[in-house]
């Protein structure tokens, strides 16, 4: 469209839609935009709306910082361990089931969540079923009582047999696979 200074245009516009873009580098509003939130509102905004829970100041303790250092180094502890003591070890199996633990038992001393932390927390309590489905536990209790399971909705139930046989064919592959603490 026109001219900004130094012969850029200040829009462009699609031959095929007709559609006007704006260049952002002419762009006047730009220098005076803030990446921070406001905490001027006028009254009739603080009437409709409630505030923000980003807006309000943050407290962090000590312990959450800890909990959520133990869930971060879980992966790299979990794969150390795993180093120093074979991969069939349950060493680093509890390792890495402690460290999930005691950062839930910390997290677990908050009394007030945020909707993001506390579907966060509830992901993570979930993600602990997957400890039944990693070595060395799968391997010694899980696999046998999930191949039996397989095994007698094959028999016994119509028709289960197309999935249940799939099921029990890459059963090895997708344990091997998917259930490594540090893919999660």
């Known amino acids: 469209e026109g001219e900004g200074g130094e012969g850029r245009a200040l829009a462009w516009k699609g031959p ?6 704006r260049n952002i580098d002419t ?3 730009i220098p005076y935009q803030h990446l921070q939130y406001s ?3 006028s009254a009739a905004n603080e009437r409709d709306l409630p505030p923000s829970p980003s807006s309000r100041p943050m407290q962090v303790r000590s312990w959450q910082l800890i909990a959520e250092g133990l869930y971060i180094a879980k992966p790299l502890a979990h794969i150390i361990s795993m180093f120093a003591f074979s991969q069939k070890s349950w060493k680093p199996w509890v ?5 999930d633990l005691m950062s839930l038992q910390l997290h ?4 007030t969540f945020l909707p993001e932390e506390k579907s966060e927390l509830v992901r993570r309590r979930a993600l602990l079923l997957l400890y039944l489905f990693r ?3 799968y391997d010694k209790y899980t696999r046998d009582v999930v191949v039996k399971l397989l095994r ?6 119509p028709l289960a047999h197309l999935v249940s046989d799939s099921v029990l064919s890459y059963l090895p592959m997708w344990q091997h696979i998917y259930s490594y603490v540090w893919m999660i």
């Open 39 to 41: 905490t001027e509102s």
């Open 16 to 21: 095929r839609t007709g559609r006007v873009v």
């Open 27 to 29: 762009d006047p509003s």
């Open 152 to 157: 007698y909705a094959s028999l016994h139930i």
């Open 108 to 111: 677990g001393k908050m009394t």
């Open 135 to 137: 070595s060395p536990f």
């Open 95 to 99: 390792i890495a089931l402690v460290m």
